[in-house]
């Protein structure tokens, strides 16, 4: 029986899409997991701490090494970036970015351009003058040719876990001169997920989880961002059985689906690839899955499942609410 043809889907800030994104580093155990998330044994954060204001010129090394000096607390910042764009608006930066790609469709208020992420025009983002860009990735040299104009640009590239997103909410504070709003949004997003993980406690039985990318079945496993969020609430992930030759977002085959009868269907393709619960009821074979069979197939917005900025507390709530509903009707374990 064929359990999973290896593939390349990654995930990225912008929409799913298997030709773009980085790779991730390998799972944490849940422990480190929950210290990432600040969940000690109380789960407490402590108080926000007292809005601060940025001091410049100020040198900020992304992941990867790369490191930016900004002179001055930038006014007119590009972002290529949809998971950027996110973050600079949650922590209070909105109103310094004068144009984003035409991937950042959240918050409503980001003002949208024709600009891509994917295939950089130097000579088009130069054209809104900005005194800062900021992207996941560098095609075509982008950063290069961004500095032969004299304009600065801070690399965030996917996150692999977490800590990871925390570390860019305050960069990008440390950025804009947003260093107190940026520490309140990180406290903000731990203390939330902390109390999330903590009103599902732990599984009274193993439940399995399969993350749909799209509807040629990619997956995402334990070792990318988005499966860490699975393993934070306990749940076992059935892409990892069959990672193979693509550890982090392997193909896998509807025979190897339906033989794991996952507890847990979760859609991240129900805009891109029109898919819901009735679409999924409806391939062949797939109304023996346990997930099926009990109504625990969730339609996730594709967006909110595939970046790593503050709407992840958004992602693991949806979630959460599963996790509990199948616990309540969880069989105890049998004892002895």
């Known amino acids: 029986m064929q359990t999973h043809q290896s593939g390349g889907r990654r995930a ?24 990432a998330c600040g969940l000690g044994s109380a789960g ?3 108080p926000s701490p007292s809005p601060a204001v940025g001091h410049f010129p100020v040198s900020i090394t992304a992941p990867g090494g790369t490191t930016v000096t900004l002179a001055r ?74 500095a032969q104009v004299s304009v600065p640009t801070l ?9 990871d997103s925390y570390t860019q909410v305050r960069q990008l504070g440390d950025a804009t001169g947003h260093v107190g709003e940026a520490a309140a949004l990180v406290a903000r ?24 990318l799209d509807d040629t079945r990619y997956s995402a496993t334990s070792k990318t961002f988005i499966g ?55 391939r062949p074979g797939w109304t023996a899955i346990a997930a099926v069979k009990n109504s625990q197939v969730v339609a996730a917005d594709d967006d909110v499942a595939s970046r790593w900025g503050p709407r992840v507390v958004d992602f693991i709530r949806l979630i959460a609410t599963h996790v509990s509903q199948l616990q309540r009707t969880a069989l105890p374990l049998p004892t002895g």
């Open 73 to 146: 607390r930038p006014v007119r910042i590009v972002s290529l970036s949809p998971t950027a764009t996110e973050m600079l608006f949650a922590l209070g930066a909105g109103k310094q970015v004068v144009a984003v790609d035409d991937q950042s469709n959240y918050p409503a208020q980001a003002p949208v351009t024709k600009l891509s992420g994917f295939q950089p025009n130097v000579e088009a983002i130069a054209g809104y003058t900005p005194d800062l860009v900021v992207a996941s990735e560098d095609p075509g040299g982008m950063v290069q040719g961004l």
């Open 189 to 212: 997003m731990r203390a939330d997920i902390a109390r999330i993980v903590a009103s599902v406690g732990r599984p009274s039985r193993k439940l399995s989880v399969y993350h749909e």
């Open 155 to 163: 690399l965030e590239p996917a996150a692999k876990n977490l800590d």
């Open 228 to 282: 860490q969020v699975y393993t934070l609430l306990g749940l076992t992930n059935i892409a990892d059985a069959a990672a193979g030759a693509a550890p982090d977002y392997p193909q896998l085959s509807s025979e190897f689906i339906i033989s794991a009868s996952p507890d847990l269907i979760v859609l991240a393709d129900t805009r891109c690839c029109h898919q819901d619960a009735a679409a999924v009821a409806a």
């Open 44 to 46: 407490a954060t402590g």
């Open 12 to 35: 990225t800030g912008r929409r799913q899409n298997p030709r773009e994104g980085a790779r991730t580093a390998a799972a944490l155990i849940l422990p480190l997991l929950l210290a």
